[in-house]
């Protein structure tokens, strides 16, 4: 019978203890695992924002040359 209750609550059992005001259980990496998530998400952001600004400095380049053949 307790294999079948584990089954119809998933992986729910886990978070019972925490609903119902037990603690929390603590990841010792937690902290380094965050730091590192902060760090790509920095990292990507920033790859991001330097291909935005060659795309835009691109289109410039092309804005200017159409400008160029107008005069």
């Known amino acids: 019978m307790d294999f079948v209750m584990k089954q ?4 729910a059992t886990k978070d019972m203890g925490k609903m119902l005001g037990g603690e929390e259980e603590k990841d010792p990496d937690a902290q380094k695992k965050e730091e590192e998530r902060q760090e790509a998400l920095r990292q990507q ?3 991001r924002k330097a291909k935005h600004a060659r795309m835009e400095a691109e289109r410039e380049k092309v804005r200017q040359q159409i400008r160029d053949k107008a005069r």
Do not use: H, M, Q, T
């Open 8 to 11: 119809a609550l998933g992986g």
């Open 45 to 47: 952001e920033e790859e």
